[in-house]
């Protein structure tokens, strides 16, 4: 039984490094003007997603709002905000991006709360 935990523990943490090895690559890919590049690589990462982890969603969010894709970034940022509601780089984000979407009264919204 207890080696049964550390197999568990061990997959587990290998999964993560792999997971953000794989942010850290996109994180790179975005910072050097590729969006294009790192919406691919973040596409199999969200649509695997549980939405419980805000920094696929942000990311996705990001780029979305550099290739002008406004409904998108907003979709994925709101989810980036309930798994990070004190979160105020992807509240921001994510006002920005309800203003370009043309959603300017959930901006005002949010913005209110914020």
Excluded at 53 to 78: F, I, T
Excluded at 79 to 94: C, H, M, Q, S
Excluded at 96 to 105: F, M, N, P, T, V
């Amino acid at each position: 039984m207890r080696q049964v935990s550390w197999i568990v523990i061990l997959s587990w943490l290998a999964a993560t490094l792999v997971a953000q090895s794989e942010l850290d690559e996109i994180k790179a890919l975005i910072g050097k003007g590729e969006f294009q590049q790192a919406r691919q690589r973040l596409e199999p990462l969200v649509l695997n997603s549980d939405g419980s982890k805000a920094e696929p969603h942000y990311l996705m969010g990001l780029v979305a709002v550099q290739l002008d894709d406004y409904p998108k970034a907003v979709s994925h940022l709101r989810i980036a905000a309930r798994a990070d509601p004190n979160n105020g780089v992807i509240l921001k984000l994510l006002i920005k991006a309800q203003l370009l979407s043309g959603e300017r009264l959930q901006a005002e919204t949010l913005l209110q709360k914020a």
